[in-house]
Nanobody
Framework: QVQLVESGGGLVQPGGSLRLSCAASGSALENYKVAWFRQAPGKEREGVACIFRYGTSTVYPDSVKGRFAISRDNAKNTAYLQMSSLKPEDTGVYYC??????????????????WGQGTQVTVSS
C-alpha cells in the first residue's frame, strides 16, 4: 500500500551532521507511524527513532537520544531523521519503516510491514 524511499546518506566526519529523508508514495504517510532503523555489517538491525501516527510524540534509544531527531511533514508525504554529533558507531545502512499501529512500542523490526531500500551512512575521519 505504501512505498518508501530513503535518501541523504553519505560520508561524514565524526561530530558532523546529516539529514535523511524518507519519501512515501501510494498512500498517505499520515496513516502510519514511522521509524528509522540501522544495521551495521555483522550486527542486528536496531531501531534508532520512531514517531507516533498521531501527534508528534517520539521515541529514541539511549544510544542516540539527544543527537537524533525524527520528524514528519505529512503535506510532503515525507519523514526525516536529523542526525548530529555523529560517531563512528553510527555507521551503517539506515532504513525507514512504516506500520499502521498508532504507538511506538519496542521498535522491533518484525512489527513493521513497509520498508525502504536503505541508505548508507559512514562516519569516519
Amino acid at each position: 500500500q505504501v512505498q518508501l524511499v530513503e535518501s541523504g546518506g553519505g560520508l561524514v566526519q565524526p561530530g558532523g551532521s546529516l539529514r535523511l529523508s524518507c519519501a512515501a508514495s501510494g498512500s498517505a504517510l499520515e496513516n502510519y507511524k514511522v521509524a528509522w532503523f540501522r544495521q551495521a555489517p555483522g550486527k542486528e538491525r536496531e531501531g534508532v527513532a520512531c514517531i507516533f501516527r498521531y501527534g508528534t510524540s517520539t521515541v529514541y534509544p539511549d544510544s542516540v537520544k539527544g543527537r537524533f531527531a525524527i520528524s514528519r511533514d505529512n503535506a510532503k508525504n515525507t519523514a526525516y531523521l536529523q542526525m548530529s554529533s555523529l560517531k563512528p558507531e553510527d555507521t551503517g545502512v539506515y532504513y525507514c519503516a512504516a506500520e499502521t499501529g498508532p504507538f511506538c512500542t519496542g521498535m522491533d523490526p518484525v512489527q513493521y510491514d513497509y520498508w525502504g531500500q536503505g541508505t548508507q551512512v559512514t562516519v569516519s575521519s
